[in-house]
């Protein structure tokens, strides 16, 4: 078709879905006919992140995926998920943890606090042990929990409890200490050392 | 006097030795603990904490006099993240406050430090955080 015999024809305004293009194949001169919906819908599927697109296009996510950065979490984990530093939130690392002469500890961005460790206790010949021992990190408040048991030692005190009896309790006692407590009211005494495995759960701030 | 330092959750700031007597520095206050009526065989149970907003296992976690009447006593040092553990025993004309003494083991999560005069140091770089 002529150039001046395009020119000529009136502009349209908009497209149904039966209308069609000419294609004019410059290279042969061969026309052909072209539905509207070749050329409109993937340009409807880019702009409505509908239908099949590279992951480039959906979010900036994936702009750092296509980056192969490993700055970027990424659902398939492995290495590519090897944050070089710790991430913040809020100015504050997601997740601290550290391992001293008191025990373990772990601290979340959200406040959420856990400490555990073992103690070793001399309970020979005794009805009733109490300590307050140093967590290896603070809580900011009491409302907190603490629970504990014994991993080892004379296995009777805990499996037969017709024969020996034994009662614990546990309790913050201030925020950088705890009360632990076992009392044995039944049955004879035990000679030796207890290691006593702890756990707390609070808020540090 | 030989002393050698636990690494834990708090701890005074800093300390000073003169004889049997050390004093504790934390928040701009400073208290002293007389040490010197410990006997040899006797049974330390701590001591009283009157002025510093600490714990006493939080400054003088334990002590004894030896047989030769030397006396022995483990102090805190506050630590943040990573692995650490405690000091070798050393004469206490060495401890410098300025230095860390704990043993640093290893990074966790987070950054590392040990508190000193100086303040929160990074026992992997030397620099106050």
């Known amino acids: 078709m002529p150039q001046k015999q395009l020119t000529a024809l009136p502009t349209a305004t908009d497209a149904a879905d039966d209308d069609l293009l000419i294609k ?22 880019r702009a409505n992140h509908t239908g099949t697109q590279p992951l480039s296009t959906i979010s900036d996510a994936g702009t750092a995926a296509a980056n ?10 492995g290495s590519n998920a090897n944050f070089t530093t710790m991430p913040q939130v809020g100015g504050a690392p997601i997740v601290e943890s550290g391992s001293n002469s008191d025990g373990e500890w772990v601290r979340y961005a959200d406040g959420t606090q856990s400490c555990r460790g073992v103690h070793t206790a001399d309970i020979t010949d005794i009805n009733f042990w109490i300590a307050t021992l140093p967590l290896p990190a603070s809580y900011i408040t009491l409302a907190g929990s603490v629970a504990f048991c014994c991993v ?9 409890p017709d024969e020996r009896r034994a009662y614990s309790h546990a309790t913050m006692n201030s925020t950088g200490y705890m009360n632990l407590g076992l009392s044995i009211d039944v049955g004879s005494l035990f000679s030796g050392n207890a290691a006593i495995s702890w756990h707390s759960y609070g808020k540090w701030f | ?35 010197s009526a410990l006997e ?4 330390f149970t701590g001591v ?32 943040g993240p990573g692995n650490w553990g405690e000091s070798q025993e050393f004469d206490s004309s060495d401890y410098d406050p300025d230095v860390i003494h704990v043993e640093f083991k290893g990074a966790m999560a987070g950054t590392p430090w040990a508190l000193t005069r ?12």
Not at chain 2, 49 to 72: C, F, K, W
Not at chain 2, 118 to 129: C, F, L, S
């Open chain 1, 24 to 45: 004019r194949d410059t290279s042969s001169g061969t026309d052909e006919k072209l539905p509207i919906s070749v050329l409109r819908d993937p340009i409807l599927d």
């Open chain 1, 68 to 77: 192969d950065t490993t700055d970027f979490a990424q659902i398939s984990g």
């Open chain 1, 152 to 160: 080892n030692g004379d296995s009777s005190y805990w499996t037969d």
């Open chain 2, 1 to 35: 006097m030989q002393i050698k330092f636990l690494a834990t959750g708090n701890s005074p700031t800093c300390y000073s030795i003169s004889s049997e007597v050390i004093t504790a520095f934390y928040n701009e206050a400073s208290e002293s603990f007389d040490l």
């Open chain 2, 40 to 43: 040899t065989n006797g049974k």
């Open chain 2, 48 to 79: 009283g904490v009157d002025t510093l907003s600490l714990n006493s296992q939080h400054i003088i976690r334990d002590a004894y006099r030896d047989d030769a009447g030397e006396l022995h006593v483990t102090l805190c040092q506050a630590v």
């Open chain 2, 118 to 129: 100086r303040g929160k140091v990074n026992p992997e770089t030397g620099e106050v955080i």
